[in-house]
């Protein structure tokens, strides 16, 4: 079983800086993709940004390259979303996932197994 925590979230200006953590505890992550997802009202789930546990992978949501950046770090057992350049559509209930997605459900909730309570990111005008 595996538990994620995800936190970091509020409220900031656009053109502004948050930076989301999720915290991953119950098990060994080796294998797995990390992933960062978020849902607006009235929206869909939609794919952020994933990395793999280990070795080498990130992988980025046409709407947030460049400005979004996914690391971490294996001896706190954490993952970091760095979100710079916020804009009003950023806004969102975030939500950090673990999983084992294949090649076709990378940037699918479907794709991921564990969640976490999800964090609200508003960014205002």
């Known amino acids: 079983q595996v538990q994620l925590v995800d936190s970091g979230g509020g409220l900031v200006q656009a053109g502004g800086s948050l930076r989301l953590s999720c915290a991953a505890s119950?098990?060994?992550?080796?294998?797995?993709?990390m992933g960062w997802f978020r849902q607006a009202p009235g929206k869909e789930r939609e794919f952020v940004a994933a990395?793999?546990?280990?070795?080498?992978?990130?992988y980025f949501a046409d709407s947030v390259k460049g400005r979004f950046t996914i690391v971490r770090d294996n001896a706190k057992n954490t993952v970091y979303l760095q979100m710079n350049s916020l804009k009003p559509e950023d806004t969102a209930v975030y939500y950090c996932?673990?999983?084992?997605?294949?090649?076709?459900?990378?940037?699918?909730?479907?794709?991921?197994?564990?969640w976490g309570q999800g964090t609200q990111v508003t960014v205002s005008s």
């Open positions: 119950g098990r060994t992550f080796s294998t797995y993709y």
């Open positions: 990395i793999r546990w280990s070795g080498v992978g990130t």
């Open positions: 996932s673990a999983g084992i997605p294949r090649p076709t459900t990378l940037r699918s909730p479907g794709g991921y197994d564990y």
